[in-house]
């Protein structure tokens, strides 16, 4: 199994270099790490007293790396998840946040555990993830997985700027999906039909 260190240099990887697109609600991004995230860790990269668009550019893959485990693994406990779970749930907190966590809090909820969807795991969460991989050991990432693509489907549905993210302007899936389906078995991925008819109301 990846290593979280290993892990953090393909998130890295997945996020690309700067960005700072206007239909991002993330705001300018190098490496996947945000201006507010660095706004909110004090990262003043050029010294000059303040966060800004040239700290983000000045963001290194090294560094960028080290933040995702420190505050994006440890910090919110995704280290205590199962293994099976890590991963996953470790690229969508980089791509979502808290939202990571609550999709797998509702998925656990489906799943008949008795979960509050909060955001934050604590002792709750950890035994309810630790249940139901027991119930389902070969089924519970998969299902995270794909809880996470629909819950991409979800935004673009409802914010028609972040669709492109879903679907290419080729008619292709777009990068939000192709990266969920990195997390889901390739029996589960959506074949080019199912995934075309899922857009075809966009236009």
Same mark, same amino acid.
Request: positive net charge; charged residues 25%; hydrophobic residues 40%.
């Given at each position: 199994m990846a290593t979280v260190e290993q892990i953090a240099k393909e998130i890295v990887a997945r996020e690309g270099g700067f960005v700072n697109d206007p239909d991002d609600p993330g705001g300018a991004t190098k490496y996947g790490v945000t201006i507010h995230t660095m706004r909110r860790l004090g990262l003043d990269l050029t010294g000059d007293g303040m966060v800004s668009v040239a700290d983000v550019r000045a963001m290194t893959r090294p560094r960028a790396e080290q933040i995702f485990v420190d505050h994006y693994f440890h910090r919110p406990r995704i280290d205590a998840l199962p293994k099976a779970l890590q991963a996953s749930v470790f690229d969508m907190y980089v791509n979502a946040g808290s939202n990571a966590v609550k999709i797998l809090q509702n998925l656990l909820r489906q799943m008949g555990q008795d979960v @509050?969807? $909060?955001?934050?795991?604590?002792?709750? @969460? +950890? /035994? #309810?993830a630790a249940r139901a991989q027991a119930k389902a050991p070969a089924? +519970? #990432? $998969? #299902?995270?997985?794909?809880? /996470?693509?629909?819950?991409?489907?979800r935004l673009a549905d409802q914010r028609a700027a972040s669709r492109k993210y879903v679907v290419t302007r080729a008619g292709g899936k777009g990068g939000w999906i192709r990266r969920a389906e990195e997390f889901i078995s390739p029996r589960y991925h959506l074949s080019t039909a199912e995934f075309q008819e899922r857009v075809a109301t966009w236009g």
């Amino acid at each position: 199994m990846a290593t979280v260190e290993q892990i953090a240099k393909e998130i890295v990887a997945r996020e690309g270099g700067f960005v700072n697109d206007p239909d991002d609600p993330g705001g300018a991004t190098k490496y996947g790490v945000t201006i507010h995230t660095m706004r909110r860790l004090g990262l003043d990269l050029t010294g000059d007293g303040m966060v800004s668009v040239a700290d983000v550019r000045a963001m290194t893959r090294p560094r960028a790396e080290q933040i995702f485990v420190d505050h994006y693994f440890h910090r919110p406990r995704i280290d205590a998840l199962p293994k099976a779970l890590q991963a996953s749930v470790f690229d969508m907190y980089v791509n979502a946040g808290s939202n990571a966590v609550k999709i797998l809090q509702n998925l656990l909820r489906q799943m008949g555990q008795d979960v @509050t969807v $909060d955001g934050v795991i604590g002792p709750q @969460t +950890l /035994r #309810a993830a630790a249940r139901a991989q027991a119930k389902a050991p070969a089924h +519970l #990432a $998969d #299902a995270y997985g794909i809880a /996470r693509r629909n819950y991409y489907f979800r935004l673009a549905d409802q914010r028609a700027a972040s669709r492109k993210y879903v679907v290419t302007r080729a008619g292709g899936k777009g990068g939000w999906i192709r990266r969920a389906e990195e997390f889901i078995s390739p029996r589960y991925h959506l074949s080019t039909a199912e995934f075309q008819e899922r857009v075809a109301t966009w236009g």
